[in-house]
């Protein structure tokens, strides 16, 4: 059964910049046509797509986070990971990881998710 | 603001039928036969409850089903449960490996 777990720091400052990595486990993150995709959640609000990569680096971001985002992959680690600049109160969010079975199949498998504060 | 329009909130007594719309533009949601639900608990991840409009993953009860007209599309509950009461979200791919979200619904079981 395939496993996504987020981990990072549960804290940044105003202005710095977020960072998450996502372990795969029971199954290779280079897994052909799959694609790895970060999604948040404000407390109490709604989902956000933030963006997609595969294994190989094509990436895809959402256009409003496209500026301050940078995604990557670690396939020696099995692991995939996104940076967030410039981070605001407005970033704070419960961060899920999760897979694509392909580029425009909606997640499947999710991570538990990580709440992220923006604290000054 | 979400991309996909949601109502807030639903209700509905045990064993009722319940529908819950999503409706987004001929760019997303019209465009692409690939809406898909998801139920989210209280504290949990999303959980995939339908995909590419109607198919159902394995495991999902068929007491879930999923439609979609034009730039709306909607879930149905047939016979709703106690433990059907979470958050539903629709999300649907809009192209070039986008994807957007609705801004959910509060299914609350009477």
């Known amino acids: 059964q395939l496993q996504l777990q987020e981990s990072g720091p549960g804290r940044v400052k105003p202005s710095e910049t977020l960072s998450l990595t996502c372990t795969v486990s029971?199954?290779?993150?280079?897994?052909?046509?799959?694609?790895w995709v970060w999604i948040r959640q404000p407390p109490g609000k709604g989902l956000e797509w933030i963006g997609s990569?595969?294994?190989?680096?094509?990436?895809y971001y959402n256009p409003s986070l496209k500026s301050r985002v940078t995604m990557s992959v670690d396939t020696s680690n099995n692991q995939f990971s996104l940076k967030l600049s410039s981070v605001t109160a407005a970033d704070t969010a419960v961060y899920y990881c999760?897979?694509?079975?392909?580029?425009?199949?909606?997640?499947?498998?999710w991570g538990q998710g990580t709440l992220v504060t923006v604290f000054s | 603001q979400s991309a996909l329009t949601q109502p807030a909130s639903v209700s509905g007594s045990p064993g009722q039928s319940i529908t819950i719309s999503c409706t987004g533009t001929?760019?997303?949601?019209?465009?692409?036969?690939?809406v898909s639900w998801y139920q989210q608990h209280p504290g949990k991840a999303p959980k995939l409850m339908i995909y590419?409009?109607?198919k159902r993953p394995s495991g999902v009860s068929n007491r879930f089903s999923g439609s979609k007209s034009g730039n709306t599309a909607s879930l149905t509950f047939s016979g709703l449960q106690a433990e059907d009461e979470a958050d539903y979200y629709c999300?649907?791919?809009?192209?070039?490996?986008?994807?957007?979200f609705g801004g959910g619904t509060k299914l609350t079981v009477l």
């Open positions: 990569i595969y294994y190989s680096g094509n990436t």
């Open positions: 590419e409009g109607s």
């Open positions: 999760a897979r694509l079975l392909t580029v425009e199949q909606p997640p499947d498998f």
């Open positions: 001929s760019s997303d949601v019209g465009s692409y036969n690939l």
């Open positions: 029971g199954g290779s993150i280079s897994s052909s046509s799959n694609y």
């Open positions: 999300c649907s791919y809009a192209g070039s490996g986008t994807f957007e």
